[in-house]
């Protein structure tokens, strides 16, 4: 195995960051309240998503891996973008992770780590709209990559906000109907419930999104550049 840990983040990821520092806080406080009750089983549960990997922790885990003779290294930048790049390289067969993000950068194998432990089994490289039963998956797998990296922004990445009522099924939905991100927010923009809902700069944040995903720095092993 090579264990790949996050370099430096994106700058746009700014917004991203901040809410997940108040969703923490937020949590430790649920946590800490369900334990002064006596309450094990949740406050687990809210504690669990309080966590924070600060440099100390990180040191730890790779002097671990030191020890045991497992390979690590540390992206430039996101972990998802570097370890898409060894994949593609054909340094690593698949990929392990908690982050669905991995579709995104073209990773066709991935074991997506659940919270007890299992993981689930995505194959794009074999999977066709036959293999699986929901209409929405259907759809997605139908999809060219960039339009679903289209598809992710319009839900919500990590470099921008999504609009108020579209989830993933419905960022699915809209982007088959419409070909392409900007045809969606042309017909979104069409629709009352959601004129408002749009920032004005929404199209140039869809941009900066797409070129963070498509043009991501990463670490070359074999030429030991970027």
């Not at 009750?37 to 100390?56: F, M, T």
């Not at 982007?175 to 629709?191: C, E, F, Q, V, Y």
């Amino acid at each position: 195995p090579i264990c790949v840990f996050d370099g430096r983040y994106v700058g746009k990821k700014d917004e991203t960051i901040e809410k997940r520092k108040k969703m923490k806080e937020e949590n430790k406080k649920k946590g800490m309240e369900f334990l002064s009750q006596g309450n094990e089983e949740e406050a687990r549960k809210y504690l669990s998503r309080c966590i924070i990997i600060d440099d100390r922790i990180i040191t730890v885990v790779m002097n671990a891996l030191h020890t045991k003779n497992i390979e690590f290294m540390v992206a430039p930048y996101e972990s998802d973008s570097q370890i898409s790049k060894l994949v593609h390289l054909g340094i690593a067969d698949f990929a392990i992770t908690e982050d669905s993000d991995l579709i995104v950068y073209n990773v066709k194998v991935v074991l997506k780590l659940c919270p007890d432990g299992d993981c689930d089994f995505i194959d794009l490289s074999k999977w066709t709209p036959s293999d699986v039963d929901t209409a929405y998956l259907k759809l997605f797998l139908k999809m060219s990559h960039i339009n679903r990296v289209e598809t992710a922004i319009l839900a919500g990445s990590d470099y921008n906000s999504s609009i108020k009522g579209i989830g993933i099924k419905k960022a699915i939905k809209h982007l088959s109907d419409n070909k392409d991100i900007n045809g969606a927010i042309k017909h979104l923009r069409g629709k009352q419930t959601f004129t408002e809902r749009i920032p004005e700069d929404y199209e140039s944040v869809v941009l900066d999104s797409k070129l963070i995903f498509s043009f991501a720095t990463i670490y070359n092993p074999f030429n030991k550049g970027l």
